[in-house]
């Protein structure tokens, strides 16, 4: 069983940056996949980022360039910093460990880019 709780979510500036956390308890962090996905108002959940337990990362076309996933298997933390924030970015984010068939899910962190 792993417990996720995501940190780290606001209300930013379009152009501003915010860092997510997903803090991971439970055992086994490190053999865990981890995505972080986000879902606006009236869409589809969908997947934003993504790092393997090796380390491989994956992005979304709409954030490549902009966002950066990375982990740290010793503090069971998985983080999401976020630059050069826009309002399509606007959305409740999740934070997702994937083990074969298992997933387990966060309660999600809200970030609202807005002037």
């Known amino acids: 069983q792993v417990q996720l709780v995501e940190s780290g979510g606001g209300l930013v500036p379009p152009g501003g940056s915010l860092r997510l956390s997903c803090a991971a308890s439970?055992?086994?962090?490190?053999?865990?996949?981890m995505d972080w996905y986000r879902q606006a108002p009236g869409k589809q959940r969908e997947l934003v980022a993504g790092?393997?337990?090796?380390?491989?990362?994956n992005y979304a076309d709409s954030v490549k360039g902009r966002f950066t996933i990375s982990r740290d298997n010793a503090k069971n933390t998985v983080y999401l910093q976020m630059n050069s924030l826009k309002p399509e970015d606007t959305a409740v984010y999740y934070c997702?460990?994937?083990?074969?068939?298992?997933?387990?899910w966060g309660q999600g962190t809200q970030v609202t880019v807005s002037s």
């Open positions: 997702n460990a994937r083990l074969q068939h298992i997933n387990y």
């Open positions: 439970g055992s086994a962090f490190s053999i865990y996949a």
């Open positions: 790092i393997t337990s090796a380390g491989s990362t």
